[in-house]
């Protein structure tokens, strides 16, 4: 429960300039693509494409940041922080907490990480 509180509170001090200024990153951190595949898989988004592109492909081989984030989510940044803060902490599916617990233990993804990068 402490790590939910800290999440939820975290998540009510984004402002939505930040979204605007992420949709500007061409060349993200690893923190910024699994943060961001984190909330396409929380919202349950279909698997995106691969980039076409070799230095997109390399940042984010599976597409979450390119194809949905920079395109879907960030094109209503005021949309996505309502979203984020409405969501359904309650009811996510056990599928959905299956593929993102893993991705939460990742090096790119803890708090110091992700705070030195966005």
Do not use: W
Request: aromatic share 6%.
């Amino acid at each position: 429960m402490p790590a939910l509180a800290e999440a939820i509170k975290q998540v009510k001090n984004i402002q939505v300039k930040d979204f605007y200024d992420m949709k500007t990153v061409n060349n993200p951190k690893p923190s910024i693509v699994t943060c961001f595949k984190c909330v396409c898989l929380m919202k349950e988004m279909p698997k995106p494409k691969k980039p076409n592109d070799p230095g997109q492909l390399e940042m984010d081989p599976e597409g979450y940041f390119f194809e949905h984030t920079k395109k879907i989510l960030l094109a209503n940044p005021n949309k996505l922080l309502k979203d984020l803060i409405e969501f359904d902490k309650d009811n996510i599916p056990d599928e959905v907490v299956k593929k993102v617990k893993p991705l939460l233990d990742l090096p790119e993804m803890a708090a110091d990480r992700i705070h030195s990068v966005s």
